[in-house]
C-alpha cells in the first residue's frame, strides 16, 4: 500500500530536549516536505526536499533541521524546542520529475501532534 | 506573488444541502489548481484537481471547473453528507522547479454538515 508514515504520532516534550520526528514514504517519491498547521494560520511549510541531498528552507524553517540522506527518509530535527513549535506536523511526498500536476498530487502522513511544555 | 484565497469558514449545512466552497487565486504564471480534503484526525488527502483552463475536476460527487479569466476555482457538490464534514483546502502550484515549485495552500474552509 502506498504510504507515508510519520512517528511518533504524538509527542509531549519540555522545552528545550532534542526531539526528532520520522516520515518514510514508500513510493520512491523524489520530493518531501514538512508542514506546520496552526489555527487560524492553515498550513505553512517549514523545510522541502527535491532529491537525496537536496533540501531547501520553506516559509518557517526557523527553529527546525532536515535531512535526506536516502530517499525513502525525511526527518525533521528540533534541536530546541520551544512552546512556539506546539503544533501539527504533516510530512507529505510526490514525484517531482513528471510536471506541475504531478508535483502538486501530494501524499500526506497522518500528521504528528506536538506539544512543548 | 503568488497567493490562493478561500471563503472563511465554518460552513454549516444540513444534509443534502447544496455546498459551495469559493476559492481564488493570483499567479504570476499558469498554475495547476487542487482541492485537498482533510477528515477529522487525518491528514490531507486530493480531492480533485484540474490542470488549464476550463478543465473540471470530479471526485466522489464533488466538481471544481477552472475559470482563467475570474482566476476561480470553486468547489461545489449537490447534495453534501454527514461524512463529507471536513476541512477543505484549495491549492495552486506553478509549473517551475525550485520553490517556485511547491504548492501554495489557502488557508482552509471547514464544512459540518448536520443531519
Known amino acids: 500500500e502506498a504510504q507515508v508514515t510519520q512517528n511518533p504520532r504524538y509527542l509531549i516534550t519540555v522545552t528545550g530536549k532534542k526531539l526528532t520526528v520520522t516520515c518514510s514514504q514508500n513510493?520512491?517519491?523524489?520530493?518531501m516536505s514538512w508542514y506546520r498547521q496552526d489555527p487560524g494560520l492553515g498550513l505553512r511549510q517549514i523545510y522541502y526536499?527535491?532529491?537525496?541531498?537536496?533540501?531547501d528552507k520553506g516559509d518557517v524553517p526557523e527553529g527546525y533541521k532536515v535531512s535526506r540522506k536516502e530517499k525513502r527518509n525525511f526527518p525533521l530535527i528540533l534541536e530546541s524546542p520551544s512552546p512556539n513549535q506546539t503544533s501539527l506536523y504533516f510530512c507529505?511526498?510526490?514525484?517531482?520529475?513528471?510536471?506541475?500536476?504531478?508535483?502538486?498530487?501530494?501524499?500526506f502522513g497522518p500528521g504528528t501532534r506536538l506539544l512543548v511544555l | 506573488g503568488n497567493s490562493v484565497t478561500q471563503m472563511e469558514g465554518p460552513v454549516t449545512l444540513s444534509e443534502e444541502a447544496f455546498l459551495t466552497i469559493n476559492c481564488t487565486y493570483t499567479?504570476?504564471?499558469?498554475?495547476?489548481l487542487f482541492w485537498y480534503v482533510q477528515y477529522p484526525g487525518e491528514g490531507l488527502q486530493l480531492l480533485l484537481k484540474?490542470?488549464?483552463?476550463?478543465d473540471k475536476g470530479s471526485n466522489k460527487g464533488f466538481e471544481a471547473t477552472y475559470r482563467k479569466e475570474t482566476t476561480s476555482f470553486h468547489l461545489e457538490k449537490g447534495s453534501v453528507q454527514v461524512s463529507d464534514s471536513a476541512v477543505y483546502f484549495c491549492?495552486?502550484?506553478?509549473?517551475?522547479?525550485?520553490?517556485?515549485?511547491?504548492?501554495?495552500f489557502g488557508k482552509g474552509t471547514k464544512l459540518s454538515v448536520k443531519p
Open positions: 499567479a504570476t504564471g499558469y498554475p495547476s
Open positions: 526536499s527535491m532529491n537525496v541531498e537536496v533540501t
Open positions: 484540474a490542470t488549464k483552463a476550463d
Open positions: 507529505a511526498s510526490s514525484r517531482w520529475t513528471s510536471g506541475a500536476s504531478s508535483r502538486g498530487t501530494q501524499y
Open positions: 491549492a495552486l502550484i506553478l509549473d517551475y522547479g525550485g520553490s517556485q515549485g511547491n504548492l501554495i
Open positions: 513510493m520512491n517519491h523524489e520530493y
